[in-house]
């Protein structure tokens, strides 16, 4: 099989692009993942329930996407749970794997070298192995013990429905986990708001015209800095790679907390800053740090979860998205945060399914290394 690779792909000339397909298939995308047999979930969560440690790994958006993961199976096998994120490039030169095991390798295209590297690492330990992986990708990591299926392979080189997707099977991994470790609850509440994923993100996806109104209104921005708490740290980074891989502008991620330890010194005024808050965000500190902020000019963005404490009034302007449990958080509230890089994307006149491939230098760069 062909690997599959988004340089292979015809470019659009113009609006819509492939990036914005696939940010609007996501609530179809998602109810696939959601009907589909539970025979592979189930097989999954046996295993992570029966595991000494799990770990999971990935590259780019399917770190994020691993990271994630953490939170959703914390959140049904309990805190004590021995689950560790690292990236595949750290985990195929360190990692050592053992029969007691589970390693659950996030990958959309399915064939990059780090991903294959652990898969096989792990083999060799005897570990259980877990592909979360894009429908007729590349070989890699298809031998592991289960695999699981997200979206067709994007057309774009911004993932977009590959990581909510993605997110859509980790959490149905964590719901029968739970299920199976006898925690009832916990499992449940996030099926429930699993299930009320889909209707969220076409809630959003009904209000993009919000996000075309607003690059306009960002036109000259050149650097931006998102912050989040808790799994929406992981949202944070999600979105500023999304915005720097697709409008190649100077962005940062960090969590709530830590810009006020250091990073705000870097700010100059013309920054967007963009806040995510779920329910968990602190409302007082998020109101210091918004007005720390606002005193250096910066404008500022919300992206408020429904059930937050924190109060959209705070920024020059705010989006609300869909209550969800905290872990399941991410997957509605990065919705927002794609829109914004396509459409900032746009407005400044970028293709955002490239990722800068039509420049020489970059292509110069490329040449000097493999995926």
């Not at 000339?13 to 959601?34: F, R, S």
């Not at 407005?347 to 490239?354: A, I, M, N, R, V």
Request: glycine share 8%.
């Amino acid at each position: 099989m062909p690997k599959p690779d988004s340089s292979k792909v015809p470019p659009r000339a113009e609006h819509p692009y492939h990036m914005h397909d696939a940010i609007m298939a996501q609530p179809a995308a998602l109810e696939a993942v959601l009907s589909g047999p539970g025979e592979g979930f189930e097989r999954a969560a046996e295993a992570v329930t029966e595991a000494d440690r799990v770990y999971l790994t990935g590259m780019g958006t399917s770190l994020h996407a691993a990271t994630v993961g953490r939170f959703l199976l914390e959140h049904a096998l309990g805190a004590e749970a021995d689950l560790r994120v690292a990236s595949a490039f750290e985990l195929a030169a360190r990692g050592k794997f053992s029969k007691s095991d589970v390693v659950v390798v996030v990958s959309h295209r399915g064939w990059k070298r780090y991903v294959s590297r652990v898969v096989e690492l792990a083999m060799a330990g005897q570990a259980t192995t877990v592909a979360v992986t894009g429908k007729e990708g590349g070989e890699g990591v298809r031998s592991a013990s289960v695999v699981l299926e997200t979206s067709e392979q994007e057309k774009s080189g911004a993932h977009t429905v590959s990581y909510t997707t993605a997110l859509a099977v980790l959490a149905r991994v964590a719901v029968e986990a739970g299920r199976a470790a006898g925690r009832s609850a916990p499992a449940e509440a996030l099926w429930r708001d699993l299930n009320a994923a889909p209707k969220g993100v076409a809630g959003i996806l009904k209000k993009e015209g919000r996000f075309v109104a607003l690059a306009e209104d960002l036109a000259a921005i050149e650097s931006v800095v998102l912050l989040g708490t808790g799994p929406d740290v992981v949202t944070a980074r999600e979105g500023a790679l999304k915005i720097v891989e697709t409008s190649y502008l100077a962005v940062h991620s960090f969590e709530l907390e830590q810009i006020l330890h250091g990073p705000l010194a870097g700010l100059k005024g013309p920054e967007l800053v963009v806040h995510v808050a779920n329910a968990s965000t602190p409302a007082k500190r998020s109101a210091e740090a918004t007005a720390a902020i606002d005193a250096i000019g910066c404008r500022q963005l919300g992206i408020v979860q429904d059930g937050s404490s924190v109060d959209p009034d705070l920024f020059h302007w705010a989006f609300r998205t869909p209550k969800a449990i905290e872990p399941l958080a991410p997957l509605v509230n990065v919705v927002p945060l794609q829109l914004l890089a396509y459409y900032l994307a746009v407005q400044k006149g970028h293709d955002p399914d490239e990722a800068r491939r039509a420049d020489a230098k970059f292509r110069a760069a490329k040449s000097h290394y493999d995926l």
